[in-house]
């Protein structure tokens, strides 16, 4: 599990693709994430929960498999590109976002963003399928950041950005047109489904 606070960015520093549904990438981690990081443990990347397959230091690699590849922003990942990283939860630590799975459910684009002064608004496209789940004041998951919806329309809804995700996070680069892993409130998705399943056999 994961609380979608961001906890740093990495940098892919490798990138090994035997067949078009598998691959193995090797991030650079910030040296404070890499501390204690054991084979095994479960990282996110963008907010998709990956597991370590082999540390080196600050290096560690994670395999991505042909599900992950389709559903997420990681496959178009390459040497360079920077990574939101968030380390498993541990009983005990603040929980300072909201709990996540580290299971992305789809991507997003990112349709435009309004600047001002101190903040920043980004406007991503509203598919379908998420329509039910994306609900002005709750919870969602952008490339593992925990973020509180703003506005929803028909075809968009928008998150506000402080500073600080701005700097700690991927979304100070983005721009329009980008793609964004989504995962959806679990809680939010329960009730939903729960209640479409009751007025459905009514």
């Not at 496959?75 to 929980?95: K, Q």
């Not at 929803?152 to 721009?175: A, C, K, M, W, Y």
């Amino acid at each position: 599990m994961f609380t979608g606070i961001v906890q740093g960015m990495g940098r892919i520093a490798a990138v090994h693709a035997p067949s078009p549904d598998f691959r193995t990438y090797t991030v650079e981690l910030p040296e404070e994430m890499a501390h204690n990081l054991q084979t095994g443990a479960s990282v996110a990347n963008n907010g998709c929960c990956l597991t370590v397959t082999k540390i080196n230091g600050r290096l560690a690699d994670f395999d991505l498999m042909g599900e992950t590849l389709a559903k997420t922003n990681l496959g178009a990942l390459s040497v360079g590109s920077a990574v939101n990283l968030e380390r498993a939860a541990r009983f005990g630590d603040e929980i300072g976002g909201h709990l996540m799975s580290g299971h992305i459910i789809a991507t997003t684009t990112v349709t435009r963003i309004e600047k001002s002064a101190h903040n920043r608004t980004l406007w991503l496209a509203l598919p379908p399928e998420l329509k039910p789940y994306i609900l002005t004041k709750g919870f969602v998951g952008l490339d593992g950041c925990s973020l509180t919806i703003g506005s929803v329309t028909d075809g968009e809804f928008n998150v506000h950005l402080i500073p600080e995700t701005l700097q700690r996070t991927l979304f100070g680069s983005r721009r329009a047109g980008d793609a964004v892993n989504v995962e959806i409130d679990p809680q939010t998705q329960a009730v939903v489904d729960t209640a479409a399943r009751v007025l459905a056999q009514r």
